[in-house]
Nanobody
């Protein structure tokens, strides 16, 4: 019922920046949380950040604090992830996801809808 489409990935040098976008279509909810996750080759999918409906409550993984910023524009049904000071270890496929139950906000299995991901590669 909800389709999520990520965009904005690409190849960037260490220290550079990228902005990822996640556009939602179909059924949306007035009360839900959006999250970003990432998965590197040979590793499990891991939490990156989430944001509440109002945008007033955000949370980041320790590995990206101070470098990444999550935001949302509800009028456009779009969530963003601004990534600055990128490091080679940030290389992964980045996924956006929606949580309608408002619980387990850092847990992969608690999210209801997922995009297909966008590749981010940071060269050294």
């Amino acid at each position: 019922q909800v389709q999520l489409v990520e965009s904005g990935g690409g190849l960037v040098q260490a220290g550079g920046s990228l902005r990822l976008s996640c556009a939602a279509s179909g059924r949306t909810f007035s009360r839900y949380v959006m999250g970003w996750f990432r998965q590197a080759p040979g590793k499990e999918r891991e939490f990156v950040a989430y944001i509440s409906w109002s945008g007033g409550n955000t949370y980041y993984a320790d590995s990206v604090k101070g470098r990444f910023t999550i935001s949302r524009d509800n009028a456009k049904n779009t969530v963003y992830l601004q990534m600055n000071s990128l490091k080679p270890e940030d290389t992964a496929v980045y996924y956006c996801a929606a949580n309608s139950r408002l619980e387990g906000l850092r847990v992969v299995d608690e999210y209801d809808y997922w995009g297909q991901g966008t590749q981010v590669t940071v060269s050294s």
